[in-house]
C-alpha cells in the first residue's frame, strides 16, 4: 500500500477525489488536511470532517492555512457553492479536526518518523510552502508530490491560469523549486478525463453510500461542464488520485516549468519550458494525456467498494 497524505479544499471535486482514495485498496491514506480555496478555511475544514465522516474511516483530519501566503483568498463559491458542497448537505460530522496544523502534520507523519510520504494536493498549494518554510528538511522525507493544478496551455480561472495555482502562486513557485519530484495533473490532463452522463448513470449510488455522495457531486459537475462545452462532467481533482493509484493511467513528459507570481494577465500561470529553451533541468513530470476509458472503469469500480 502506498503511504499518502491528502491536502485539499472540499470542494465538489475534492468529495469525489476523497471517496475514491479512501475505497482504493492501493492507497493507505494517513491523514486528510484542508486549505482555504475553493471555500474559505473554516468551510473547507468542516467539509473534511463531514466527508470522513460520512465514510465513516477513522482518518486524522486537520485544518491548514486560512489564506495564501501573500495574498487575500479568491474562492472558487461560483463552482462549488455556498457551502462548498455543490447541492449536497451533510450531516454535521462525528469527529474532531486534529489541533495540529496541517504543516504539523506532515511533518510528524513523516520527517519526525523517519517515514516517507507521498502528498497528493488538490487544492492551493498554501499549506506545503509553509511546511516547507517551516521544516526544510521534509525536501528528503516528501517523496513525491502529485498535484491536481496548472496548465500548460490555457487557464479555468483566468485566461492564462488554473485555479489552484492562481489562488496562491507565490506558495506554488516554492513548491515546484523545492526539489521534490513532482507529477502535475493539470488541466491538459483533466480535460480529458471526463464522465458522460451514461457512466454516471451506471453507478449504482445506494443512500448513505460513497457513490452516493459521490454520484451526486458528478451530477452537478456535469452540468455545470456540459454548459462549458465539455462532453460530460471533467473530473480534475479525481485525476490526481488515479494517477496515484494506477500511474499508467497518464501519460507524463519531463520538463521545467516555473509559475509567474507578478504577470499582469498571466498570474498563477506555469510555465512549462516544452522546447527546452531555458536548459534548466527538468522539474516536473507533466500529464499530458489520460486513458479515459480506463480512468473511468477506475472510477465506477471504486465506486462498488
Ligand atoms: C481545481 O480547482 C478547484 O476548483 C477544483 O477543486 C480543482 O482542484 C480545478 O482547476
Ligand atoms: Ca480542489
Not at 69 to 89: D, K, N, Q, S, Y
Not at 105 to 110: A, M, V
Not at 113 to 122: G, P
Request: charged letters at 20%.
Amino acid at each position: 500500500k502506498h503511504a499518502v497524505i491528502i491536502d485539499c479544499d472540499p470542494g465538489t471535486d475534492d468529495t469525489i477525489a476523497l471517496v475514491m482514495a479512501l475505497a482504493s485498496e492501493a492507497l493507505d491514506v494517513k491523514a486528510v488536511t484542508t486549505v482555504a480555496g475553493n471555500q474559505t478555511a473554516d468551510k473547507t475544514a468542516l467539509n473534511g470532517l463531514k466527508i470522513v465522516s460520512y465514510l465513516k474511516k477513522e482518518i486524522p483530519v486537520a485544518k491548514g492555512a486560512d489564506k495564501p501566503i501573500m495574498r487575500p483568498l479568491v474562492t472558487a463559491e461560483h463552482v462549488h457553492g455556498e457551502t462548498g458542497l455543490g447541492p449536497v448537505t451533510l450531516p454535521e460530522p462525528s469527529i474532531e479536526g486534529l489541533d495540529t496544523p496541517a504543516w504539523d502534520l506532515f511533518y510528524q507523519l513523516s520527517a519526525a518518523k523517519n517515514e516517507k510520504i507521498h502528498l497528493i494536493t488538490l487544492g492551493p498549494l498554501s499549506n506545503v510552502a509553509i511546511a516547507l518554510m517551516k521544516y526544510p528538511q521534509l525536501r528528503d522525507y516528501i517523496t513525491h508530490i502529485t498535484m491536481m493544478g496548472g496548465s500548460m496551455g490555457y487557464g479555468n480561472d483566468t485566461p492564462a491560469a488554473e485555479y489552484n495555482i492562481y489562488a496562491d502562486p507565490e506558495a506554488a513557485r516554492m513548491v515546484f523549486e523545492a526539489g521534490i519530484p513532482i507529477t502535475m495533473v493539470g488541466l491538459d490532463c483533466t480535460h480529458q478525463a471526463w464522465l458522460t452522463r451514461e457512466e454516471i448513470d451506471t453507478i449504482e449510488a445506494p443512500e448513505g453510500s460513497g457513490a452516493w455522495l459521490a454520484k451526486a457531486m458528478m451530477n452537478h459537475i456535469h452540468a455545470f461542464a456540459t454548459n462549458y462545452g465539455f462532453p460530460g462532467a471533467v473530473m480534475h481533482d479525481p485525476s490526481a488520485v488515479a494517477a496515484v493509484i494506477d500511474p499508467t493511467l497518464i501519460e507524463t513528459k519531463d520538463y521545467y516549468v516555473a509559475v509567474e507570481t507578478k504577470g499582469k494577465h498571466t498570474t498563477g500561470k506555469t510555465v512549462v519550458d516544452v522546447m527546452g529553451v531555458t536548459k534548466k533541468p527538468a522539474n516536473v513530470a507533466v500529464a499530458v494525456g489520460i486513458d479515459r476509458e480506463r480512468f473511468v472503469q477506475l472510477v465506477q469500480e471504486l465506486m462498488k467498494a
